[in-house]
Structure formats: structure tokens, C-alpha cells
Nanobody
Framework: QVRLVESGGGSVQAGGSLRLSCEVS????????MAWYRQAPGKERELVAA???????KYADSVRGRFTIARDNAKGTAYLQMDSLKPDDTAVYRC??????????????WGQGTQVTVYL
């Protein structure tokens, strides 16, 4: 059974930091490209960051330079370090694996999501 469990969300003042974690089981984690998406109310789902099996990374323009994606294959966990948070970063953040890193096609399984709220 494939499971992805996010944690680390919360409420933070603008300029603050949060670190999200995504624990994965049921797949060969070291063979999976991982990604974080977010969706705010009334907005489309957005790819925030992705990391390939070879640790190539990519970021949405809106978060580049502020967010860092990482992975620990030994722990089967992907991370999203979020610094200099802005109110526009408020959303539900979910992790998944990518079927293909370059085309950014998400996999079938997703985590339940973790809420991030940034206030002024």
C-alpha cells in the first residue's frame, strides 16, 4: 500500500519559516522523483518544487530562492524548507511522486495535505 504523509504545516508570521516533511512508504523511494504542490482557495493547484532521483531540483518562480526541496533516501522522506514566507504562500501543501521529472506528470498517490497559513 502506497502512503504519503505530510507534516510540518502551521501558522506563521510573514518572514518566518516552516519545514514540511513527506514520509513515503509502499514504493521504492530512491527510485521516485518527488514533488510538492500547493493549492490555495479559488486557485489552481501549483507545482512548488520537485527533486529528481539524482537530486536535480526545480522550483516555481514564486518560491525560487526562498524554498528548498530535499530528500533523505534512507528515511524515505522528502522535505520542503520554506523561508521568508509571504501571505501568498498560504495554501494546502501536498506531496506526490512524479511519473516523469521533465514533464512533471504527477503520480496516482498523494498525501492528505498540510495547511500552511502565513499572516501579516
Amino acid at each position: 500500500q502506497v502512503r504519503l504523509v505530510e507534516s510540518g504545516g502551521g501558522s506563521v508570521q510573514a518572514g518566518g519559516s516552516l519545514r514540511l516533511s513527506c514520509e513515503v512508504s509502499g514504493i521504492m523511494f530512491n527510485a521516485a522523483h518527488m514533488a510538492w504542490y500547493r493549492q490555495a482557495p479559488g486557485k489552481e493547484r501549483e507545482l512548488v518544487a520537485a527533486i529528481s532521483t539524482l537530486r536535480r531540483t526545480k522550483y516555481a518562480d514564486s518560491v525560487r530562492g526562498r524554498f528548498t526541496i530535499a530528500r533523505d533516501n534512507a528515511k524515505g522522506t522528502a522535505y520542503l524548507q520554506m523561508d521568508s514566507l509571504k501571505p501568498d504562500d498560504t495554501a494546502v501543501y501536498r506531496c506526490t511522486y512524479l511519473r516523469d521529472y521533465d514533464s512533471e506528470i504527477p503520480g496516482t498517490y498523494w498525501g492528505q495535505g498540510t495547511q500552511v497559513t502565513v499572516y501579516l
